[in-house]
């Protein structure tokens, strides 16, 4: 994920999309970064930053939310 928004968002809002992933990935216990929920938890998390959102811990819980719905 780091290499592909890197260059939309300063790099501690980047530190910021990754701890989020990184903490739904874990919570769902998902292991393979390269998998469907993976990339959907990505996308999604990018996808609120870019509306403004920048919490890891509200990046994280938005998503959450969102993959179980």
Same mark, same amino acid.
Request: charged share 30%.
């Given at each position: @994920? ?7 968002? %300063?790099? /501690? $809002?980047?530190?910021?999309?990754? %701890? #989020? &992933?990184?903490? $739904? &990935? ?14 959907? #938890?990505?996308?999604?998390? $990018? ?5 403004? @959102? /920048? ?8 998503t959450?939310?969102?993959? /179980?719905?």
């Amino acid at each position: @994920m780091r290499t592909s928004v890197y260059g939309h968002f %300063e790099p /501690r $809002v980047v530190d910021a999309l990754c %701890e #989020a &992933l990184g903490g $739904v &990935l874990k919570t769902l216990g998902v292991s393979d970064e390269a998998s469907d929920v993976s990339d959907r #938890a990505a996308t999604k998390i $990018v996808e609120l930053a870019k509306a403004g @959102m /920048r919490d890891p811990e509200k990046l994280k819980a938005e998503t959450l939310k969102w993959l /179980r719905h």
